[in-house]
């Protein structure tokens, strides 16, 4: 586990279980949406997304935590195929919706974790909710059958419980 693609829909506990990850193995965390997004919530210019990501998949190790830009899937494909290992949260949607909603609630008092600094936690939350309700085109089984295709050479791990979620970091770093 030297290069670690952690990805899933909003709010699925990606940037808690990345942090944990980072901290248990001491491998650096890159998290996409402080990359990808200004301190005013707008995304930065592509090409300065596009060097950054590149330079990090450069380095020896990584922790990337995220999907980077929705409308296009090049740098998501190029961090599936550098990775060493791949982790694919896939929790139930009643369980995302629950966790965008318990963020927004939480980054009234305190900016959720992984959250860009300074961007709107309501303008990000309903963001969220919009993704979300795109998510079932994207992450689905036919997304699972190439990840599993894909990670032939790779450690694939898909986290489907919240249990599963909170235990990995334990049950999978020596």
């Known amino acids: 586990m030297k290069k670690v693609a952690v990805f899933g829909k909003p709010a699925n506990g990606k940037s808690t279980l990345s942090k944990n990850l980072a901290a248990a193995t001491g491998i650096k965390l890159h998290a996409l949406d402080s990359i990808l997004y200004k301190k005013n919530g707008d995304e930065v210019d592509r090409e300065i997304y596009n060097k950054i990501h590149e330079s990090i998949l450069s380095s020896e190790s990584w922790i990337i935590e995220g999907f980077g830009p929705m409308n296009s899937l090049e740098s ?14 896939d929790l139930p949607y009643s369980v995302s919706y629950w966790f965008v909603t318990k963020r927004f609630l939480k980054g009234l008092f305190v900016t959720p974790a992984g959250w860009p600094d300074g961007s709107s936690v309501l303008k990000g939350t309903i963001q969220s909710y919009r993704v979300l309700k795109r998510c079932p085109a994207f992450w689905n089984n036919d997304f699972v059958h190439r990840l599993e295709k894909l990670s032939a050479n790779k450690s694939l791990h898909v986290i489907r419980s919240v249990a599963a979620l909170n235990s990995f970091v334990e049950t999978h770093v020596d």
Do not use: G, P, V
């Open 76 to 89: 998501f494909n190029k961090r599936l195929q550098e990775a060493d290992t791949l982790i694919y949260i």
